[in-house]
């Protein structure tokens, strides 16, 4: 049934169906609605769990982490200064290969502060090991949800669902909640296979020598690897189940005629898709939305991007001087393919919270067309009155 | 008819069945209070337990993958998070139905500096775990660096003592009373000098539905510098100069204490380490130090009723100096 619904009230809603054992968390916006709506839920004895309200995002990570490790399906939510508190639990979590899901509300990362949304913080901990999914609309904040714990617990990986701050969680939206029985059908049981259990004792989390140490790894690169098919499995028994496209490596809109392809993550593909229709006297584009970007698909990146002369990555985060974070892997990703000439035009844009429009992809085509940006990365919409006076 | 066997107590106890929760093969140094710990407080918790344990010296030392010391289900996570971890493990064995209790590990510095926070909300959500904190008093795994911990005027590699310090500036925290201020329902200190201490309170925390803290001086002989062979006796030291009281609080409120028989001078502890030994140089700075380290030992005695004048009947080891206050056995005169 549709109803219309905050963002972070669906999200709740469906984490409840999922049934999670134990969800900790701390309040920090953006995130904050989600997790007022699980405890509601909890108060209101809709949801049956352990909520533990815990004193940082660092205990909430580590909270959810024991829960896990004795055998609970576990949940957590953060953002932000959040995430990077979390850090150093995150790479644990992923490293002792603990199923959980945790939703990133996205957010920018101080300084200057900023409660606006950017994907600064989740790209921040791209490397802990988790598989990152970043979703395009509530609907699929909800539907990648419910995937999340099922491709976590298949795997033995954790997995961050992103969705974008305010733009997802703080909206509403016509959204179809899947029913429990959907739910309880495409998401089985947890069944940890190395449950802290005093029946059988294990010891998890020694110390691990040069020994050993490389083959653990090898082997975590190699699940991540493994995740590709699970996540594109995912999408094909989802909409077996459900009837909805939802989920998968990336998407592709494509047009016939379309030489320039532009590479978006997160919300902004629906502005965009927009725009696309709206602006026909701009030439035609290839609208590639990456979901996953953990593992990174790099056979389906190279398979979209076929017949492309230009392709113009958008994103809204970067290294400082480095580049574009996206830029880069979709670089790497695509200089292995035989189409290798194409130009590769990096914006970062967005940052902070400020808005991508309508108006935002014109200019952005314009400026490709004339030739105003060239491949490499910059920062787009800087204005200069605004800069601070250097010395 | 019926064989009367004579067996003397000695020998009766060496005989008990003991579970054996932590085994030896780990790689700790000889004299290592830690070992001992965690091999006494999993023997009176039995087997029924899952510990989370902290970064540190017995996280290192007892399990060198592929082996592990570890009789029982363990997990490290990282320095600062094992109360947090343990949170999470109880909250999931209550979801699940599962009684089993969490027993968490860590040393001085995942306790009173890094892992602090945790341990605070831990205590304060009121989760069924009984923390044991063995308290070495430095960062001894990455090599003697200075904890919150580090007795006053105690050398470390991090407050070495020389021409312009004597060694630690500052105070030793004091874990207990800030622990018992989160109104918990009981936490005590006690020593790896006495193991039926240990094991009784570990009995009456285990017995407990909610958070319990356990605060154990345990030797380092290579943190504070003494022969490996001294650790007890540097331990009993600790206790018998006041330097380390040993007490007990319920709800906050103190409840009992170990009296000491016989108080013995803090110079008697501190001669024997060499953590120490700068004090000993003919230096009025130094002199100041020990009559500093003597009075603390005084305050102590006096804030927590430590002394004790009437003989103990019960004493059998030879011991004559302590036995605690409501002993079981208190008006018991064979």
Same mark, same amino acid.
């Given at each position: 049934m549709t109803e219309a619904l905050e963002g972070s009230q669906a999200i709740a809603r469906t984490v409840a169906a999922c049934k999670p054992q134990v969800v900790a968390a701390y309040p920090i916006t953006p995130q904050t609605h989600i997790v007022e709506n699980i405890s509601k839920l909890v108060a209101d004895g809709k949801f049956n769990c352990e909520y533990i309200s815990v004193e940082s995002e660092f205990s909430a990570a580590s909270v959810v982490l024991g829960a896990a490790a004795a055998g609970s399906r576990a949940y957590t939510a953060t953002a932000s200064q959040g995430i990077l508190l979390m850090s150093e639990v995150l790479y644990d979590i992923a490293g002792l290969r603990i199923p959980l899901v945790l939703t990133c509300a996205n957010r920018a990362v101080s300084a200057?502060? !900023?409660?606006w949304n950017d994907h600064q913080d989740s790209m921040a901990v791209r490397d802990a090991g988790w598989i990152q999914l970043y979703c395009a609309d509530n609907q699929e904040a909800v539907d990648t949800t419910v995937q999340a714990f099922r491709i976590a617990e298949q795997l033995e990986i954790p997995v961050m669902v992103c969705v974008d701050g305010f @733009?997802? @969680?703080?909206t509403l939206e016509p959204i179809d909640l899947p029913s429990q029985e959907v739910v309880d059908q495409f998401l089985p049981p947890f069944k940890f296979s190395r449950p802290l259990n005093t029946a059988s004792p294990i010891s998890v989390g020694t110390l691990v020598s040069p020994d050993y140490y490389t083959e653990v790894r090898y082997q975590h690169q190699q699940a991540m690897r493994g995740a590709l098919a699970v996540i594109e499995q995912c999408r094909e028994e989802w909409r077996a189940l459900i009837g909805r496209d939802s989920g998968g490596l990336l998407e592709i809109h494509d047009?016939?005629?379309?030489?320039i392809g532009l590479l978006v993550i997160g919300s902004v593909t629906g502005t965009f898709l927009e725009a696309r229709e709206l602006f026909t006297d701009l030439p035609a584009t290839r609208l590639i939305r990456l979901r !996953?970007?953990?593992?990174?698909p790099v056979t389906a990146l190279q398979q979209a991007c076929t017949g492309l002369e230009t392709l113009i990555v958008v994103e809204r985060a970067f290294s400082p001087g480095g580049g574009g974070i996206v830029g880069n892997e979709t670089k790497a990703a695509l !200089?292995?393919?035989?189409?290798?000439t194409l130009n590769i035009i990096n914006v970062a844009m %967005?940052? %902070? %919270?400020r808005d991508m429009t309508l108006d935002t992809y014109r200019l952005l085509i314009e400026k490709v067309v004339n030739g105003e940006l060239q491949p490499g990365f910059s920062i787009f919409?800087?204005?200069?009155?605004?800069l601070a006076p250097t010395a | 008819m019926t064989t009367v066997e004579t067996i003397n107590c000695r020998e009766l106890r060496e005989q008990q069945p003991r579970f054996q929760g932590f085994v030896a093969g #780990?790689?700790?140094? $000889?004299?290592?209070?830690a070992a001992i710990i965690g091999r006494v407080v999993l023997e009176a918790t039995g087997p029924d337990v899952i510990v989370a344990n902290a970064t540190g010296c017995l996280e290192v030392f007892s399990t060198a993958w592929p082996q592990?010391?570890?009789?029982?289900p363990w997990m490290h996570s990282v320095f600062e998070n094992a109360a947090a971890v343990a949170s999470g493990i109880e909250a999931a064995l209550k979801a699940q139905g599962r009684d089993s209790k969490v027993v968490v590990f860590g040393g001085d510095g995942g306790t *009173?500096?890094?892992?602090f926070q945790t341990l605070s909300g831990m205590l304060e959500r009121f989760h069924n775990v009984l923390y044991v904190c063995y308290d070495n008093e430095a960062y001894m795994n990455t090599g003697i660096q200075r904890s919150?911990?580090?007795?006053? $005027?105690a050398a470390t590699t991090t407050s070495p003592a020389g021409k312009a310090r004597m060694g630690k500036r500052h105070l030793k925290k004091d874990i207990v009373s800030i622990v018992a201020a989160h109104h918990i329902p009981y936490a005590a200190t006690t020593s790896v000098a006495y193991l039926s201490d240990i094991k009784r309170k570990v009995r009456r925390a285990m017995a407990i539905d909610g958070p319990t803290f356990l605060h154990i001086h345990s030797p380092c002989p290579l943190g504070?510098? #003494?022969?490996? &062979?001294?650790s007890i006796e540097v331990a009993r030291l600790a206790v018998e100069t006041g330097l380390f009281p040993i007490i007990e609080l319920e709800r906050g409120h103190q409840v009992g204490c170990m009296p000491i028989r016989n108080i013995k001078p803090v110079t008697d502890y501190l001669k024997l380490q060499k953590r120490f030994q700068?004090? *000993? $140089?003919?230096?009025p700075k130094a002199r100041e130090e020990l009559e500093h380290l003597q009075a603390l030992a005084d305050y102590n005695i006096e804030r927590f009723g430590l002394r004790e004048d009437k003989p103990d009947n &019960?004493?059998?080891?030879?011991? &004559?100096v302590i036995h605690r206050q409501q002993s079981r056995t208190e008006n018991w005169n064979p």
């Open positions: 200057p502060i !900023s409660i @733009t997802l @969680t703080h047009d016939a005629d379309a030489k !996953s970007f953990r593992p990174f !200089s292995d393919a035989k189409n290798n %967005g940052l %902070g %919270g919409d800087v204005d200069p009155n605004k | #780990h790689r700790a140094c $000889a004299g290592c209070g592990s010391s570890w009789r029982v *009173f500096d890094i892992g919150s911990s580090t007795p006053h $005027a504070w510098g #003494h022969e490996s &062979n001294l700068h004090l *000993f $140089a003919d230096d &019960n004493d059998s080891s030879g011991l &004559n």
